[in-house]
């Protein structure tokens, strides 16, 4: 793996730990604790990273590479979410931070890939050491599924408004 000071920057940028600044002794010291936790996992362009329904224990980081995220919708097609890549500084699998919680999508490589790995286990015991790193990625993680909520009722709204409206035109 890439020494701390390489993949310090790296971290800085992924939206969970955007609130640690790189130049703070003491910031550097939580992020520290978990890069000496992280695993480096290699993925070849078509392999299943996360699959939609299993079980979960790990978040990663997209280190390198280009992903597909994809869901099965209730008739048992797959739908494509989105294609995203390393420079985008995306993270996935961080719900498992909380809980071992079913997978919502597919994350496939679409090229090959390098995550760094982290157990919800061993963040949540760095946790224990450092309250001040699961204070700060569990505000970020109650904000980003606040702003998911949200969405998800905007997106809602107009589906039954769709519908209302198919309704009232087959009438």
Do not use: H, W
């Not at 992020?31 to 224990?57: H, R």
């Not at 919800?120 to 109650?142: Q, S, T």
């Amino acid at each position: 793996m890439d020494s701390f000071e390489q993949v310090l920057p790296k971290l800085v940028k992924i939206q969970l730990f955007s609130d640690f600044d790189p130049a703070s002794e003491e910031d550097q010291r939580i992020l520290k604790a978990v890069y000496d936790n992280l695993s480096i996992q290699k993925f070849k362009a078509g392999q299943k990273i996360i699959k939609e329904g299993e079980t979960g224990d790990s978040f990663f980081i997209l280190y390198s590479g280009q992903v597909l995220i994809t869901r099965d919708t209730p008739a048992g097609d797959v739908i494509a979410l989105a294609t995203l890549t390393s420079e985008q500084n995306i993270f996935f699998g961080e719900t498992s931070i909380i809980s071992n919680d079913t997978r919502s999508a597919t994350v496939t490589a679409k090229t090959e890939c390098t995550t760094l790995t982290i157990s919800g286990k061993k963040f949540l015991e760095i946790c224990d050491r450092e309250p001040v790193l699961g204070y700060r990625v569990l505000a970020v993680l109650a904000k980003r599924l606040a702003n998911t909520v949200r969405e998800m009722n905007k997106d809602k709204a107009i589906l039954y408004e769709a519908l209302c409206n198919e309704i009232e035109i087959g009438v």
